[in-house]
Every structure is written in C-alpha cells, then in structure tokens.
T-cell receptor
Framework: DAGVIQSPRHEVTEMGQEVTLRCKPI?????LFWYRQTMMRGLELLIY????????DSGMPEDRFSAKMPNASFSTLKIQPSEPRDSAVYFC???????????????FGEGSRLTVL | RKEVEQDPGPFNVPEGATVAFNCTYS??????FFWYRQDCRKEPKLLMS???SGNEDGRFTAQLNRASQYISLLIRDSKLSDSATYLC????????????FGKGTKLSVKP
C-alpha cells in the first residue's frame, strides 16, 4: 500500500521565490499534519486538518505560510515569499481517527528538503 | 520552557549495553505519550506508546511518571541497528490532534 507521498523531495530556490510543497495522505485517513524540522527547533507542528478542514494553524510561523486541503487526497503548503530561514525538512503526516483514541501513530511522508539561498 | 524537552545526547554506547532516555513535558493536562524513532535523513516512525502502568516491547520498556511529568525509554541489550534519534511525543492537553515532539535524543551504538 502506498504511504504518504510528498513532492518535491528536494528543492533549492532563491530568496523571494514562491515554494509549493505537496502531499498525498494515505487513503482513508481523516487527519493530515504539516511539520517542519530543523536542527535548532526540532520537529514543529505547523498546521493540521481534520476531514479537509484546518483545525489548528497556530504553528504557522507567519503570513508567508499558507496551507490548503482542497480534497481528502491532496494538500499543499505554500511559502511566499521564501526566506533563507525557511530552510528545513517539511514533513506531511496522516492519521486515522482521533490521535487520542488510537495508538498515536502518525504516518509520515519522506519529507521535502527545502533550501532557500 | 519548551513543552517537551529531551537531552539531545549523543549517547554513545557499546553493543549489549542498557541505555535510558528521559523526556519531560510541561503541560500537566497532557494525556497521551509516545516514543518515535527517526533514522538519519528519514521520517519519524512510531516505536511505542507509553501507558500509565508502563509497557514493554521486547528489549524496549517505556514508563510514565505523571507526578514528575516525564516519560522514559529503556533499551536493553542494545544493537547496532538501534542507532537512531529517539523522539518523545505528547498529545497537547485539551486537544485532539496536537502531537508535540521533543527535539530528540541521538543514540549511537558502537561495536
């Protein structure tokens, strides 16, 4: 079975450019999460969706970041304009049912490694 | 104070050693706790949940101390393949989906 699929796997861009990261969750999962990981800050939750609806976006660092989930099988995280401090690995993860009610298992994609020059 | 804190390590241990990691959390309302494993340049994967009474899975034992607000992971008879970063994760109190991770503890098992 296919896991969480993210694209691109690697992106190098210049400061000021728009970056769009994409995620396809596991079919049937009703929660989708976007995380960012850096050495300094670790794995930070940016936003999560339940049944395509954003539930908590308090982790989104600023207005330059936006996320959408137009349907159950697709989500995007957009950074516009990008800055060097946005360089990180961005993970998408999905989960079935409420985390508090199951094993707490998030299924992560392989991540998108972003470098902003 | 960060919501979930871990000693970053690295812990360098010989094969066969027993090693333990702690993780502290600041929100006393947190209800669910987990350990994840992350290999170098890979995604995190669930290792085990942490139950109130403590639980064991083979060489791995997880414990929860609510009074002191920490969870622990004990690895017995460590293998080379246990080398990874171990992340503790906590569901933020009062939320249904906010899984908050520590920065991880790096373990290196040497021959």
């Amino acid at each position: 079975d296919a896991g969480v699929i993210q694209s691109p796997r690697h992106e190098v861009t210049e400061m000021g450019q728009e970056v769009t990261l994409r995620c396809k969750p596991i079919s049937g999962h009703d929660y989708l999460f976007w995380y960012r990981q850096t050495m300094m800050r670790g794995l930070e939750l940016l936003i999560y969706f339940n049944n395509n609806v954003p539930i908590d976006d308090s982790g989104m660092p600023e207005d330059r970041f936006s996320a959408k989930m137009p349907n159950a099988s697709f989500s995007t995280l957009k950074i516009q304009p990008s800055e060097p401090r946005d360089s990180a690995v961005y993970f998408c993860a999905s989960s079935l049912l409420r985390l508090a009610a199951n094993t707490g298992e998030l299924f992560f994609g392989e991540g998108s490694r972003l470098t902003v020059l | 104070r960060k919501e979930v804190e871990q000693d970053p390590g690295p812990f360098n241990v010989p094969e066969g050693a027993t090693v333990a990691f702690n993780c502290t959390y600041s929100n006393s309302a947190s209800q669910s706790f987990f350990w994840y494993r992350q290999d170098c340049r890979k995604e995190p994967k669930l290792l085990m949940s942490v139950y109130s009474s403590g639980n064991e899975d083979g060489r791995f034992t997880a414990q929860l101390n609510r009074a002191s607000q920490y969870i622990s992971l004990l690895i017995r008879d460590s293998k080379l393949s246990d080398s990874a970063t171990y992340l503790c994760a906590v569901i933020r109190g009062g939320s249904q989906g906010n899984l908050i991770f520590g920065k991880g503890t790096k373990l290196s098992v040497k021959p």
